[in-house]
């Protein structure tokens, strides 16, 4: 074999590498049936067959995660790492997307919404979605957001017959492709600031001198990408007018998967390659999102906006977390976005649920007299909304309580008293819900059935997610803590010789 041909064999991905990327090539593959299998289906199995085949899936992408897990390391000439914080966010994301399929089932058939697409579109934006977990090459996880981002897009129009849907698709791209400009102009000046886009070379140059001014603005800019998409403010004002016109599943997987992703991305960035002036950028926009998240939610009378501005406020709490020291803020975030995951999937479930064909009745006036026309739905909801709030016995009270501490250790005292004084606001108006079901009398005949057994076995699955966090939250905390101390204490891996420098 001449030296050429060994030399290229060498620099071929190993088998390795295709372990560490499994999850994604399953979901791939998954989604690719999908959409092949659809014009082979009449329209009574459409949305049977490919829900079904789409959820295996995702069975499968998670017993592929495990695989990925027994084989930490880089992947792909260092673009991909696969270690606990990696893993966490895949498991979290795929497992939200099981759950959004499920809750789709009977919410697909009210609407009358051929599947084919849909489900597709749920595993594809996946495959981005995990990608920027594990992405530490700064090209990759723009890609990956790509990724993500056209699948959401689409997703949010599906309602085709609703002007409001197709206004909240073409608002989100519209926006979305501007803020993602910014991440991509971002990236751009790093490598103009460092010559180099793998973040652990980007740690070691930043390190070894004075940090130039570029690489400032740089993050900065990252921040402002990053920031679309978890809808902090100043860049929040899509969510209200995305998340009312979008379809309800969908906003549920919206508020949730892509935030995670997107933290995850910015957890990197911001504790890896570690610049410090970001901090008060951080510190005013989590100020300002909790703020403006709760006012806002207080004048609400469509359900749906009342709970984009909770996502608002919710994404200021994750923030304050950031500018905490990076071990405690790290597992601090981490443990946030699996119980926020769990309690507003649930919500989202059940207002799909009850909003009915056209999603009629989203409006809180509609949901007076709920605990008495269905007790075991409006028992549901509560208990999810009590979680939002921050009630002991939930998952939502302990992680409110870890991003808090954190803060307070870090001598955040003033972020923390904002903080503290934007979940009693926010108590309002999640208890004027509670008060709508049980403590009003119903106007309007608003139809109720009982859930099918898929939306059932997703709310059971949140559920029990909520519960188990507030009851028993050591061991996922103690995952957080352990992966958080790996992302932020070890020497970030440089970039092999084949990697494109200027440095």
Not at 20 to 33: C, D, H, K, M, T
Not at 161 to 170: I, K, Q, R, V
Not at 186 to 201: S, Y
Not at 426 to 440: D, N, Q, S, T
């Amino acid at each position: 074999m001449t030296m050429p041909t060994v030399a290229l064999l060498q620099t071929l991905p190993q088998a390795a590498d295709y372990t560490r990327i499994l999850p994604e090539i399953v979901l791939s593959l998954f989604g690719l049936a999908v959409m092949l299998l659809e014009p082979l289906l009449d329209e009574e199995n459409n949305q049977k067959v490919l829900g079904l085949l789409a959820l295996v899936g995702t069975l499968f992408a998670l017993a592929a995660t495990w695989c990925m897990a027994q084989s930490p390391g880089l992947a792909f000439w260092s673009m991909v790492q696969v270690d606990g914080f990696s893993v966490f966010f895949h498991v979290l994301i795929i497992v939200i997307a099981a759950v959004v399929i499920l809750s789709s089932y009977e919410y697909m058939a009210v609407q009358r919404i051929r599947a084919g697409e849909y489900y597709a579109l749920i595993l594809f934006g996946t495959v981005g979605m995990t990608l920027m977990s594990s992405a530490v090459e700064l090209v990759l996880i723009f890609i990956a957001l790509e990724i993500s981002s056209i699948s959401s897009y689409i997703l949010a129009g599906f309602r085709r017959n609703s002007a409001a849907s197709t206004e909240s698709s073409l608002k989100y791209f519209l926006l979305g492709s501007f803020a993602t400009a910014f991440f991509l102009y971002g990236v751009a000046l790093m490598f103009g600031a460092t010559g180099a886009t793998n973040i652990g070379q980007i740690s070691h140059i930043l390190q070894a001198g004075p940090i130039p001014l570029l690489a400032y603005v740089a993050v900065a800019f990252m921040f402002v990408g990053l920031g679309f998409k978890v809808a902090a403010a100043p860049f929040h004002i899509w969510t209200p007018d995305v998340y009312e016109g979008a379809p309800a599943p969908i906003v549920g997987l919206m508020s949730t998967a892509p935030k995670a992703a997107a933290f995850a991305v910015l957890l990197r960035i911001v504790f890896v390659i570690d610049v410090h002036a970001l901090f008060w950028i951080i510190w005013i926009s989590a100020a300002l999102s909790m703020t403006l998240g709760n006012i806002s939610a207080l004048v609400q009378s469509n359900v749906k906006r009342l709970l984009a501005y909770s996502s608002i406020a919710h994404a200021g709490y994750i923030l304050v977390a950031f500018a905490a020291d990076p071990a405690l803020g790290t597992s601090a975030v981490m443990f946030y976005a699996a119980s926020y995951a769990a309690m507003n999937l649930g919500a989202f479930a059940v207002v799909s649920h009850f909003a009915n064909v056209g999603e009629r009745y989203v409006s809180l006036e509609d949901y007076q007299g709920l605990g008495r026309s269905s007790p075991l739905l409006a028992a549901t909801l509560t208990i999810f909304l009590l979680s939002l709030i921050g009630i002991p016995m939930t998952g939502g009270f302990f992680a409110k309580f870890y991003v808090f501490s954190a803060a307070i250790k870090s001598n955040l005292i003033w972020l923390t008293i904002i903080g503290v004084l934007n979940s009693g606001i926010g108590a309002y108006y999640y208890l004027r819900i509670i008060v709508m079901m049980y403590m009003r009398e119903a106007h309007k005949r608003v139809p109720t059935t009982p859930p099918p057994f898929a939306l059932r076995l997703a709310l059971a699955a949140c559920m029990a997610a909520t519960l188990y966090l507030g009851l028993s939250p050591n061991r996922i905390l103690q995952y957080s803590q352990n992966s958080a101390q790996e992302l932020v204490r070890k020497t970030p891996p440089e970039a092999p010789a084949s990697t494109v420098s200027l440095r």
